[in-house]
Nanobody, 123 residues
Framework: QVQLVESGGGLVQAGGSLRLSCATSERTVSDFTLAWFRQAPGKEREFVGA????????YYTDSVKGRFTISRDNAKNMVYLQMNNLKPEDTAVYYC????????????????WGQGTQVTVSS
């Protein structure tokens, strides 16, 4: 069974940094692409970025390029989202997701989800 559990959210001032973590089951780490999505109130769930099973390739939505970085540590069954230079518009619930495919950017294409962690950026 694929399990994903996010942590690390919180309140931060604009310009600050946060690192989100997602603990994964062993099967997830070895087979799946892992992605981060976010959902602000009243908006659809939005793709943030994804990393392949090896950690060697990643891609991001344009609004976070150069500020956010996804990494994974397969030995620890973890995936991370390092968020720098945060902006108020980054405020959302952030979700970790897993899927066997690659290059996917829409929520309905991902089969497994965590429960989410709230990130709030104050101006």
């Amino acid at each position: 069974q694929v399990q994903l559990v996010e942590s690390g959210g919180g309140l931060v001032q604009a310009g600050g940094s946060l690192r989100l973590s997602c603990a994964t089951s062993e099967r997830t780490v070895s087979d799946f692409t892992l992605a981060w999505f976010r959902q602000a109130p009243g908006k659809e769930r939005e793709f943030v970025g994804a990393i392949d099973w090896s950690g060697g390739m990643s891609y991001y939505t344009d609004s976070v390029k150069g500020r956010f970085t996804i990494s994974r540590d397969n030995a620890k069954n973890m995936v991370y989202l390092q968020m720098n230079n945060l902006k108020p518009e980054d405020t959302a619930v952030y979700y970790c997701a897993a899927d066997l495919g690659w290059g996917r950017r829409t929520a309905h294409e991902y089969d497994y989800w965590g429960q989410g962690t709230q990130v709030t950026v104050s101006s």
